[in-house]
Structures are given as structure tokens and as C-alpha cells.
């Protein structure tokens, strides 16, 4: 891993842009160390999920956690791969056609994703851990609840995860998730027109972890409430210091 | 009202107990005033309550609240109904004997409790109010969805509401939830085996409040986590300061 840019933001946040082989990465950390480190998940494109990616670091940051995330296969520059572009042609007619998206588009585009991402993961988290500054436990924050569940399920230093609930979790992840034992705080946009409530409500029902609480609020997909941030941060508090 | 008891808590709380005509009920301030009052609802039953109660209490005291509570009719040293007695005579034969509790049982339970408690917790408000160290606008938090229900809707000076689901909420008070438009915190225990728990979905769906969270941990009715206390303190620093 190296590092490609390095900036120190005004609220004292060091913001680095790394290179882990091929994939972009960025890593923020806050003035206090060391920090538990906090990945943040994203659904693909560093570049435009910039602004929301670093306002969520610095609101971690502001709690003495450091932050990280990793560029997802076929997105932003990377390689795109053919059968992950047909899968989301696929889906992009099933959802306008409406009904039912087949499990198969699902399976399709979902599953090689995570196979190829979370080894990615687990190899920053390699290079990110022995950073000075870095210290502790990890969390994982993320909406792309695939490698959300398959890292909360293989990586034994992610000690707890916050979920944001989507659909076109494929059914082999939705019986992994049983295997899971961290603490997990899921949250659920109750008017997410994308998004099916029942399956979001069925996924919580089939966490493993003994310590599950699930956040649903008003709103549609980007409303998430402003103090939900805050309440992230505690629940990292609880399980990361 | 009359008081008629007081003691100081060694948190410096001050505690009285006082009665309402006939209704017997406790009032928790806190050293710094003017607070902000909430409401305590329960299942009835003060003297046996009385732990939860205070703990509670003393738990919203430490972040600048006050706290009121008053029994229940038919509750406690309070005369016995026997249109009531018999309901829940009923509601236990129903319970012992599995499968769903008809509603017409619920409906002649809750309803009679509903249509007596609410007057009577309205002119508590009208006697606590004006007390000097009380102030701002009020919540209400307990588990008689009933009771939170119907104040929420009938009472202006609730600002905001904290309600743990529970079952047996009759179909007239689940209309009535639509009507509600203050900010609600709902909580739920996924697990508790005397609780419908997609009856309690669905009536957080139904309440009719732009600003709704609902907050669903594992366990079962009486394992409600400690953070929740302070998640439900901090719910009310936002509505009622």
C-alpha cells in the first residue's frame, strides 16, 4: 500500500488517498491516537460518494475513530467486468418493467461482487491495522449489505457493524447472516420506495447476533435522520473502545 | 393536588408523592429548573412499579427532566371494575388457551382504561404544571400503547411521545394513532413471546408522524438494553428543550 495524496482538513482530520495495488483507497484520521479504525462501505464510486464518504469520517472522526474505504471491482477507474454489467442491465429492466426482481439477476450481481471485494477488504484492513495512529477493533459501516454480511461473517477483527438495510441481498447471504455474532445495529428507511421493507425486516429477523438492534425511521432512501449519525458513533463507542 | 410525602434521593432528586382527589401519584424534580416534564406511564400497580418507576426517573432526572406518574384506574389501593375484572379474566383464559385473543376482549380491557385514565392524567398535568421548578412542554413514555395513544392525539401540551410496543391494541386506538403528528421513539423487543410483533410493525406504521423512529433490540419483553434509556433521553432533549 502507498500512499497517493495527503491532505489535513479544517477540523484537523488527516485525509490520506492511498493505492492498494490497483484499487484507490482513502483513510482518515483524527488527531487523537490511536483510533479504532471504522470502514466505510458505499455501493461503488469513490469520486461521487466523496462528499457523503468524508462527511461520514468526520463525523466519526469528531468521536476519535479513524476511517477507511476502498474503491469497489468495477467501479470508479477500475476493470469493469462484463457479467457484472449485463447482471445490472438486467436489473435495471426488471425494475422498470416493475414486479419482482428474479433472484437470479441478484445472485448474478451481487455474489461475484463480494467474492472479489472482501478478500480486497480484508487486505487493507492488513495494511491499514499497523499504521501508527491506528489502534483496536474495527467496525464496519455500510449500506451494500453483501460485504457487509460476508465481512461480519469471515473477518474476526470486525468486532461490530452498522447496516444500512437494502434489497437484492442474494439468499445465500441471507443464510450466511445467521452466522453472524457481533453486535449489529441495522438501519431501516421506512419509505425506502426502493427498497422492500419485508425482506429488510426478514434479513434482521435472521442475524445470529445476540446483540441486534434495528433503527427504522421515516423517510425515503437518502433521509436518514441527522442524530442517527450520533447514534452510530455510540454504538461504536459501546463496542470498538 | 395534595402532596403527600416528599424525600430527597441521595442524586438530589426530590421525591413526592401526592394525591389527585383520590388518584395517588409521585413526582420526581430534579435540582436544576425549570424542567421539562415527563410523563411515566405503566401497566398499573405504583407500589409494585415503584422500582422501575424511580429508576426511570432518576435516569431522565440526571439529564434534566422531571418525571410524573399517577395509578391507574382499577389499579393499586384504586376501585376495583368488575366490567374490567372480568376482561381480564377473560384476556388470561384466552392466553392459557393459545391461538389470538379475540378483540372484542381487548376492546372491553382497554378501552374502559383509556376512556377513565386519560381525563384523569390531562388534569395531572393542569396540577403539575404550574409548580414552580416545571416547565416547557411535556412527554409522555410508557408502555400503555393505549393510554400514549390516545394523549398524543387529545393532548396539545404533548410535545413528543417514547412508546414501548405491546400487544393488544384495539383497532379503534390503532385509527386513532394515524391522527398523531408529534415525534414518536417506538420501542420494541424483538423477541418478547407476549407481544405481536408484527402487530406492532404495523401500528408504527399507521402513526400518522412525519418524524418516527422505531428502535428494535433483541430480547425478550423485560430485556430492553440499558442504552435505550439514554437513546430515550436523548429523544427528548430534542422535542422538549
Redesign the interface.
Known amino acids: 500500500m502507498r500512499f497517493t495524496s495527503e491532505q489535513r482538513l479544517d477540523d484537523g482530520v488527516l485525509e490520506r488517498g492511498f493505492a492498494l495495488g490497483d484499487i484507490p483507497g482513502i483513510l482518515w484520521t483524527p488527531a487523537a491516537a490511536p483510533a479504532p479504525l471504522i470502514l466505510l462501505g458505499h455501493p461503488g464510486g469513490l469520486r461521487g460518494m466523496y462528499p457523503r464518504l468524508a462527511a461520514r469520517a468526520r463525523h466519526a472522526a469528531a468521536e476519535g475513530f479513524a476511517a477507511a474505504t476502498l474503491e469497489l471491482p468495477g467501479a470508479g477507474d477500475r476493470p469493469r467486468s462484463a457479467d457484472a454489467e449485463q447482471a445490472r442491465a438486467d436489473l435495471r429492466r426488471a425494475l422498470e418493467a416493475g414486479g419482482r426482481v428474479d433472484d437470479g439477476i441478484v445472485d448474478r450481481l451481487v455474489l461475484p461482487l463480494v467474492e472479489q471485494a472482501v478478500p480486497e477488504w480484508r487486505a487493507a484492513l492488513d495494511a491499514l491495522l499497523p499504521l501508527p495512529g491506528i489502534g483496536g477493533p474495527v467496525g464496519y459501516a455500510g449500506g451494500v449489505m453483501g460485504i457487509g454480511i460476508r465481512l461480519a461473517v469471515v473477518e474476526p477483527r470486525i468486532a461490530a457493524a452498522l447496516l444500512f438495510a437494502g434489497s437484492f441481498v442474494p439468499r445465500a447471504l441471507v443464510e450466511e447472516a445467521r452466522r453472524i455474532t457481533v453486535p449489529l445495529l441495522v438501519l431501516l428507511q421506512?419509505d425506502d420506495e426502493g427498497n422492500d421493507r419485508q425482506q429488510a425486516?426478514d434479513l434482521?429477523?435472521a442475524f445470529g447476533?445476540?446483540?441486534?438492534?434495528?433503527?427504522?425511521?421515516?423517510g425515503g432512501h437518502t433521509g436518514v435522520?441527522h442524530?442517527e449519525g450520533?447514534?452510530g458513533n455510540?454504538f461504536f463507542a459501546?463496542h470498538l473502545r
Not at 447476533?209 to 421515516?218: D, F, G, I, V
Open positions: 421506512w425486516l434482521f429477523d447476533s445476540t446483540e441486534k438492534t434495528l433503527h427504522a425511521n421515516t435522520p442524530f450520533d447514534d455510540r459501546r
